[in-house]
């Protein structure tokens, strides 16, 4: 029933059509911009409330136009070009960075009624039917890691086009960052995949929508999965973007701004405003894959209002969430970093997507679960003391040669 595509695309061609396309593409560009100016300035304020200081308070009421006061003053900047920079691969790289994040947001479904029959599809407008969503490909969740992918060519092409050693070592370290944690964030996508059943981010939002208010939660991929892949995709997401306290591309004391260093005026807005739609795409890649996205229970009045109400109630939860990381933790250490990602988030991950597996299997062939669960428990037990204890002889033999 679900994940067959955007109803607005199954059938012919006409001019209705490339209107909603062309509308829904102004919608979601425009939308992701004022949320963007709007992260930077609710970051800002609520930093400062925790920290105890006052943030922006000048520009606007609240100071809620000093993002747009700083993008000004950005533009009219002037626009530098290092002499050994590669000018092509310099004034590309920016591009590199923002467009991945834009494309990601684009198969979010941030709307429609979901469960009670619903499939999630709003309209008649101009006589068709589509999904809240720029873009439904089969494929959706492979964009997503595409962009990913992608994002981290613009972060190493800035600091290599430089011509300079400090944007070189920031981009190194940022690339081997982003790539390490890219490993885990895939392993925790594919035990929703198998959950879920599909690629598709809209019909992994249908098949968590319950029939009724009792039964929305417990279909949640975060109660489904069994919390832990969720957990996984949280850290491994918060590094992916390079957030505190995994911001170890910004680490001024060592290495001045990182990739950023040569650039300046509206290019160097562009990093800085990558950096903050990326924390708004995979806060929302968080709520459409774990929280069910827009699907929720319809209090009271129009069940279309609702939708949106839940998923951006959802959304500010962990912009939230990631502001409050900002302004409490410290920043890791690299080796800690590194660790982290290899040593603890890859293991698990992949344990865990071997236990969900052996379920799925276990259900489809009819396995008691009483039987199928404490063996692969005891099978995750036993590889990871084999893996804890193959770590502590290496961590003593590295002591051992560091004495000597």
């Known amino acids: 029933m679900f994940g067959l595509g955007d109803p607005l695309l199954s059938g012919g061609l006409d001019a209705g059509i490339v209107l909603i396309v062309l509308l829904k593409t102004v919608i979601t560009f425009v939308f992701l911009l004022v949320a963007t100016m709007l992260m930077v300035w609710f970051e800002r304020k609520l930093h400062g409330d925790m920290t105890n200081r006052i943030g922006p308070n000048r520009a606007g009421p609240f100071g809620i136009l000093q993002t747009l006061a700083d993008g000004i003053k950005l533009f009219f900047k002037e626009d530098l070009l290092p002499d050994r920079a590669d000018r092509r691969i310099f004034r590309l790289a920016p591009y590199l960075s923002v467009v991945p994040a834009f494309i990601t947001f ?25 999904f809240m969503q720029l873009a439904d490909p089969q494929v959706g969740i492979l964009l997503v890691l595409v962009c990913s992918s992608v994002a981290v060519y613009g972060v190493m092409l800035a600091g290599w086009s430089s011509g ?17 944690y890219e490993a885990a964030l895939g392993l925790s996508i594919v035990s929703v995949v198998l959950a879920s059943g599909s690629l598709s981010t809209h019909a992994i939002v249908a098949s968590q929508a319950g029939a009724g208010r009792a039964d929305i939660i417990p279909n949640w991929n975060l109660v489904v999965t069994g919390v832990v892949p969720f957990l996984i995709f949280l850290l491994a997401g918060t590094a992916e973007i390079e957030r505190p306290p995994f911001d170890l591309l910004e680490a001024e004391q060592e290495l001045v701004a990182g990739f950023s260093t040569e650039y300046s005026s509206i290019r160097f807005a562009l990093f800085y405003l990558a950096s903050f739609m990326n924390t708004i795409t995979m806060s929302a890649i968080i709520v459409t894959l774990f929280l069910g996205g827009p699907s929720g229970p319809t209090l009271f009045g129009p069940d279309w209002v609702w939708p949106l109400i839940w998923f951006f109630a959802k959304l500010m939860i962990f912009l939230f969430v990631f502001v409050w990381f900002r302004a409490t933790l410290p920043r890791f250490r690299y080796d800690q970093l590194m660790d982290l990602g290899w040593k603890l988030l890859i293991p698990l991950a992949l344990g865990w997507l071997l236990l969900i597996a052996a379920l799925r299997i276990g259900s489809d062939r009819d396995w008691d679960p009483l039987i199928v669960v404490p063996v692969c428990g005891l099978a995750l037990l036993a590889v990871g003391t084999l893996l804890a204890a193959a770590m502590r002889i290496g961590a003593e033999r590295h002591q051992a040669e560091v004495r000597t």
């Open 164 to 180: 300079s050693k400090y944007p070189l070592l920031g981009a190194v370290r940022a690339s081997a960052q982003m790539v390490s």
């Open 106 to 130: 684009s198969v979010i479904p941030i709307g429609g009624v979901f469960g009670h029959g619903h499939d999630g599809t709003i309209g008649p407008i101009l006589h068709h039917r589509t």
